[in-house]
């Protein structure tokens, strides 16, 4: 059987018109339908490493490539360079960049506007609902509004968008930002004093949202190879 691996090869980044590189040297490789955490202080350069896998920007040096070896553990062909049709990205607070008013619209924002034949239709509505039932979505009307869904929903939708695109690697920029960090406080506080006028349901719901992001994603990675960056190894 073969064995794919994502593979990062002595990337070198220096954005254009500086002098510094923001990444120096970096080396790593993913399995293929695995899970993988990029942990790194703040402004280390996790962000720039991925929008780099995603081919939003473009190494000054290396190579980011599909790997593939034979049971003798050589490769067994040429590696392919990793397309960025190939790999969904999902930002630091996606909800900040929901820019449609229903749930529908922004999910298919990316779509072909031209008009397909029906074969097409119905691949991208099959695509539709996977992507909706996969993250859970299944029970909320297409015509919200994804502004206002919770913390945790909006992550959802934002993991459908990309999933609609049916990628090989999904990428993730510190998925639980903004998902209770804060709320951490007040939920020990009432736990230990059992303080019964605290508005402890808001906090709760704060911790359930990072609970089910987590869930989500691990529900994810046995279809998908996830590469996760954050600063919180926690
Ligand atoms: N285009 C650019 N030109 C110059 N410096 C940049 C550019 N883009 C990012 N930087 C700097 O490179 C460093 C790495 O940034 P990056 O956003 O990749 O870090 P990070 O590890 O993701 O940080 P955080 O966890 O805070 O998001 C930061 O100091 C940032 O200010």
Avoid at 207 to 225: G, I, N, Y
Wanted: proline residues 6%; positive net charge.
């Amino acid at each position: 059987m073969l064995i794919g691996l994502f593979e990062i090869r002595d990337v070198r980044y220096r954005p254009p018109g500086t002098e510094i590189n923001l990444l120096n040297g970096v080396s790593f490789s993913l399995p293929e339908k695995r899970f993988g955490l990029i942990f790194g202080r703040s402004g280390s350069g996790k962000t720039t490493l991925l929008q780099l896998i995603a081919g939003l920007s473009k190494p000054t040096s290396g190579s980011i490539c599909i790997q593939r070896y034979g049971k003798d553990g050589n490769p067994n062909q040429l590696p392919e360079v990793l397309s960025p049709e190939k790999v969904g990205i999902v930002f630091q607070f996606p909800e900040r960049y929901f820019v449609a008013d229903n749930i529908l619209d922004e999910v298919t924002f990316g779509w072909p506007k031209q008009r397909g034949g029906l074969q097409l239709k119905e691949l991208l509505a099959s695509r539709l609902q996977r992507a909706i039932t996969s993250v859970g979505l299944n029970g909320i009307s297409l015509d919200k509004d994804p502004h206002s869904l919770s913390g945790g929903f909006k992550r959802r939708l934002a993991l459908a968008i990309q999933l609609v695109q049916t990628p090989d690697l999904l990428v993730l920029d510190e998925p639980l930002a903004g998902l209770g960090t804060k709320m951490l406080f007040p939920v020990l506080f009432n736990q230990l004093f059992h303080v019964t006028n605290l508005p402890n349901l808001r906090y709760m719901n704060y911790w359930k949202a990072r609970a089910d992001v987590v869930k989500l994603l691990k529900h994810l990675k046995q279809e998908l190879t996830i590469l996760v960056v954050s600063h919180d190894l926690k």
